[in-house]
């Protein structure tokens, strides 16, 4: 395990210096996360995006801290690595996250299943670390379609 983790580290130290981060926290249906591209919460706590471990080629979509991206907080392929650079992330019009590899098959999902359709689905990375779905046309307070619980405590 200790191994593992320090995999993660020299993975983000490395990546880091060659990522260039936007300022966007959200996607929608019509935007997707291509990698190399990242989702950094509106305070710059938390940045989502593609990374490899260490001398790994394989792909996975985490997040981490900005101040310090050698913590990963959250994997979500962790399972199912990519193979390659052609990895997607997406909202889809029903509000659930998708991995799409090159060949547009899933990879990993977020299989939630919801009661009533959503109109216009938003994915926000939140400076708690979280990634949650929710109803773009209703504030934060509004209804959550899904929550990814990054971790249980903040440093």
């Not at 900005?66 to 913590?71: D, K, N, R």
């Given at each position: 395990m200790e191994a593992f983790i320090h995999l993660f580290v020299y993975s983000f130290l490395v990546s880091s210096l060659l990522r260039t981060s936007t300022t966007q926290d959200t996607i929608t249906p019509s935007e997707s996360i291509r990698d190399g591209g990242t989702l950094v919460s509106t305070g710059r706590s938390?940045?989502?995006g593609f990374f490899s471990p260490g001398n790994s080629k394989s792909r996975y979509v985490g997040i981490w801290y900005?101040?310090?991206?050698?913590?990963v907080v959250w994997v979500a392929n962790r399972?199912?690595?990519l193979n390659d650079h052609s990895g997607v992330l997406k909202v889809t019009d029903d509000g659930v996250l998708v991995l799409l590899n090159g060949t547009n098959s899933i990879v990993w999902s977020s299989n939630s299943s919801r009661s009533r359709a959503v109109e216009n689905p938003v994915a926000q990375l939140l400076?708690?670390?979280n990634l949650v779905v929710k109803d773009g046309n209703e504030n934060f307070c509004g209804r959550v379609l899904i929550i990814l619980v990054t971790h249980s405590y903040r440093k």
């Open positions: 938390f940045e989502l900005t101040i310090s991206s050698e913590t399972n199912a690595p400076d708690t670390g």
